[in-house]
């Protein structure tokens, strides 16, 4: 059955690629964005499609569309834009939830949250399982971000809870890809960028750090797999790949791919920035049959490919 779906932020890295995907399944897609980290270029190659809209849009003023599905993807998720106005971020994630948590109880759409692994803050249990509360500080300069999710995951339960609305919450881990913003302050864009131009790579810390780093076609594939299960899963679950690496090790990693002259410099460790970061799984394994499939030594190779045509100017020539 044909279906009606928008995705908010759909003009962004995750969002552009999940309106490609569910165009690609036979879906209508509005796409929805007030373009703050959105890129219509990330769209132009979809704009000529007749099931495809484009609406530029903030979320945090009401909407009302006819839609069978939301995926709430709006709001800036790299430190460097959402740090940039955190009233904004929080209006975003708050406001912007309770608009888009209102339409879905309006029209009755299914709606899906896409949240983050910052709701875990720096943890203190590794892996962190959807069942850690986490450990966030609350006036620290990223707990406009934090806490703007924490805060939207509270209301969709509410709105699940009272209302009996169908929720979905994605709790995202770390993701790559082609269509990640340049300058995005984003450790795997930072470090393709500056190694691609043999600028020095910048490392915070010792990067003894850690993380987890999922490639963009496989989170896709679990959005779309938990907005398929049955109403009575709400999640909040996990989407992330487990491989877990040092800052440092990517930096290497990135080096060794590009055949970069690039040296490492370390600057100090921002505030906040958690130590550790990798997702506990099973249950999206459980419940969406679903795990990552592509590792960094492929999806690397694919995203510096992107950064290298689009800092040659070769992406978006007629």
């Not at 983050?116 to 006036?139: A, R």
């Not at 009575?232 to 877990?244: H, K």
Request: hydrophobic share 35%.
């Amino acid at each position: 059955m044909r279906k009606t779906t928008l995705v908010t932020g759909g003009a962004g890295f995750l969002g552009s690629h999940l309106c490609e995907r569910l165009l690609n399944y036979g879906h209508e897609v509005i796409c929805m964005d007030n373009c703050f980290t959105g890129n219509k270029e990330n769209i132009y190659h979809l704009m000529n499609n007749p099931r495809f809209e484009f609406m530029r849009h903030d979320i945090t003023f009401s909407l009302y569309v006819e839609v069978d599905e939301i995926y709430n993807l709006a709001c800036p998720a790299s430190p460097i834009h959402y740090q940039l106005d955190p009233v904004q971020t929080t209006k975003t994630s708050v406001h912007g939830a309770i608009n888009m948590l209102g339409l879905a109880k309006r029209v009755k759409a299914k709606i899906m949250q896409a949240s983050t692994s910052e709701v875990y803050g720096d943890p203190t249990i590794h892996p962190q399982p959807e069942s850690y509360w986490g450990n966030v500080n609350p006036i620290g300069r990223r707990a406009c971000y934090d806490e703007g999710k924490r805060c939207a995951e509270t209301l969709c339960f509410d709105y699940y809870r009272q209302h009996n609305l169908p929720i979905k919450v994605a709790r995202i881990f770390n993701t790559y890809g082609p269509r990640m913003y340049m300058h995005d302050g984003r450790v795997v864009s930072n470090f393709i960028v500056q190694a691609l131009q043999n600028e020095p790579i910048t490392i915070y810390g010792q990067g003894e750090q850690t993380r987890s780093f999922c490639y963009v076609d496989d989170m896709i594939e679990g959005f779309i797999r938990l907005m398929d299960t049955e109403d009575e899963f709400t999640g909040p679950v996990n989407l992330g790949n487990s491989g877990e690496f040092t800052i440092r090790e990517l930096a290497e990693k990135v080096l060794e791919l590009t055949g970069s002259k690039s040296e490492l410099i370390f600057e100090p460790l921002p505030e906040d920035d958690p130590k550790q970061r990798k997702p506990e799984t099973k249950l999206a394994q459980e419940k969406l049959g679903w795990e990552p499939k592509i590792g960094l030594e492929e999806g690397l190779p694919r995203t510096i490919e992107y950064f290298d045509a689009y800092l040659k100017g070769k992406l978006f020539d007629a």
